[in-house]
């Protein structure tokens, strides 16, 4: 090799390693997908003296979670329902009525069921339930208690609950309430708890289900609709550039809020895969039937289900 | 610090094979006693149901009524995931094992293997009998594009079940006509069966009776084809050899 060449490598290694090392001092100002993945996998370092928890790929202390979690929901409780179609395709309407249809809510002997919907805000489950139940089963007591922790959401539920037929029926009931420990509903009383895209923000998710445990009868059972992990490696590609390359731009421009959208998505992936949660249920107690999950649109989300045994 | 992961990585991950538990065993063995197929609380409300089925069909409403019955709110038919193919499957699966119970050849029995599987047939038919008005319901069910892998099995598994107890032992190719034929043989009998009025079903043991006949013969023919096809085979094949070609 002559020197020429040798010195004109040379060169060329000095710019590369140059350039390698600018960029490394580059702050990040935006969060794309490689980023956002690269944040994820950040060594976990313990922040003051609380405990810590996820919020999105950022690790913070829990009682920070819960503020930071209220500010996103009361953030998008406006363009909530125009935010999933426009996200989702339209296919979280789908997901919802599968949902629904498959627990056939309501009683064919007159006594109505005790449903309670967590995290149901918008009470987009809580009128498909008493739809379901009216018109399917022809059951005009099974009642529904909306519980969610989010003042801005509950409010935006109140409001279209007003303009359906349930308005005056009694059968509707909102209360605001942390998931984790709800004191106001006495142990054993409700027939079948539901939460649906609501599990992945909360702070505790083990005394979440524990607290479930506790207010089903027995017999009772908890469902849970919710984003999952995608099995398909292709499709999971596909999916994670659509999750982490649109949704915030969607979230931008439609409802002007690209950091709670961001958020969303990175909650997703943080969300423990579908057998993970299913050991998290078993752990609570519940039995778990069959798999214990239902996959949704080829994993994007699944319906978790347990039953309080007898 | 932060961790470098090479940029194919974040696209193409490697698929590893998961681990499963395997509950019970993967081949049958008479040493050691069969798992319960039902977790207990399944059975429990699949047992009332089944007493619900003759009046109710196999339905959500002979679910609930069995869940009622057993003690369990209406919502824990959640348990049972596929709904009324599971009351189904319920029906098939103990019918099946309740065989080996209701049907015992004694060591020394003169009985050849066609008349084994004729009673042993028989006997599951007659397993249908207080349902046999719903059974039409549970063969549409049954038909329905996600229940049909799960109903063929269960079929293979009878029909498997009949070779095994009528003591059945051949490893060859004939393994499998046998569970082909006979599972065809029980389907068509099972269908004839659900517009049988005739006493005691009478009419069905007929048809049984005609099929099996049937299947015997083909198995003839192609067993006698075979040996005529093989004989003429080796004979050309010698033929050629003394004729001095290399094959």
Request: glycine share 8%; hydrophobic share 40%; with cysteine.
């Amino acid at each position: 090799m002559t020197t020429k060449a040798i010195a004109c490598g040379r060169t060329a290694w000095r710019s590369l390693h140059y350039f390698a090392k600018r960029k490394k001092c580059q702050p990040i100002v935006y969060r794309c997908f490689w980023c956002s993945i690269r944040q994820s996998q950040k060594t976990e370092e313990r922040i003051g003296d609380g405990r810590i928890t996820h919020f999105g790929f950022e690790t913070i202390s829990e009682a920070q979670k819960e503020k930071k979690v209220g500010a996103v929901f009361s953030s998008v409780a406006s363009s909530y329902d125009t935010m999933n179609d426009l996200m989702s395709l339209g296919i979280h309407r789908i997901w919802k009525d599968h949902f629904v249809r498959s627990l056939n809510p309501g009683s064919t002997s007159g006594k109505g069921w005790n449903i309670l919907d967590v995290a149901g805000g918008t009470g987009d489950i809580a009128f498909r339930m008493l739809d379901h139940a009216t018109q399917v089963n022809g059951d005009h007591s099974t009642k529904v208690t909306i519980a969610d922790i989010n003042p801005d959401m509950l409010a935006e539920g109140k409001k279209r609950a007003l303009a359906s037929k349930y308005a005056d029926t009694g059968r509707l009931h909102f209360v605001l309430g942390n998931a984790e420990s709800m004191p106001s509903m006495p142990s054993d009383s409700v027939d079948l708890y539901t939460v649906a895209f609501g599990i992945r923000n909360f702070t505790n998710k083990d005394a979440a289900l524990r607290e479930a445990f506790r207010v089903l009868r027995p017999g009772g059972v908890f469902a849970c609709l919710e984003f999952s992990h995608v099995n398909s490696t292709l499709f999971n590609a596909v999916y994670k550039r659509w999750s982490f390359g649109a949704i915030p731009l969607i979230g931008q421009l439609v409802a002007g809020d690209r950091d709670s959208y961001q958020y969303l998505v990175e909650s997703i992936e943080r969300f423990p895969a579908q057998e993970e949660f299913r050991a998290m249920i078993g752990d609570a107690g519940f039995l778990v039937p069959g798999l214990g999950y239902e996959n949704l649109s080829g994993g994007i989300a699944s319906i978790h289900r347990g039953i309080k045994p007898l | 610090m932060r961790s470098s992961v090479p940029f194919y990585k974040l696209i193409w991950r490697p698929v590893y094979p998961r681990c499963t538990i395997r509950r019970g065993h993967s081949y049958h063995s008479e040493n050691h006693p069969q798992p319960h197929p039902f977790p207990h609380a399944q059975e429990q409300i699949l047992s009332s149901a089944m007493r619900h089925v003759p009046t109710h069909g196999f339905s959500m409403r002979a679910l609930t009524e069995g869940a009622k019955e057993s003690g369990y709110p209406e919502v824990s038919v959640q348990l049972l995931p596929r709904g009324v193919f599971d009351l189904i499957n319920y029906h098939l699966v103990t019918q099946r094992l309740a065989l080996k119970d209701r049907v015992q050849f004694t060591k020394d029995s003169k009985l050849g293997a066609g008349k084994k599987v004729r009673t042993l047939t028989l006997e599951r038919l007659r397993a249908n009998q207080d349902i046999i008005h719903q059974w039409q319901g549970a063969l549409g069910q049954m038909s329905l594009l996600g229940n049909i892998p799960a109903s063929l099995k269960e079929l293979h598994m009878l029909s498997d079940e009949i070779w095994y107890l009528s003591g059945d032992t051949s490893v060859d190719t004939s393994w499998y006509t046998k569970r082909a034929s006979l599972a065809a043989l029980y389907a068509s009998s099972e269908l004839f069966m659900t517009a049988d009025a005739s006493k005691d079903f009478a009419a069905t043991a007929e048809f049984v009776d005609r099929r099996l006949e049937d299947v015997q013969k083909v198995g003839k023919t192609v067993g006698g084809l075979g040996q005529f096809v093989g004989f003429w085979a080796s004979n050309t094949l010698h033929l050629a050899r003394s004729w001095g070609m290399r094959v």
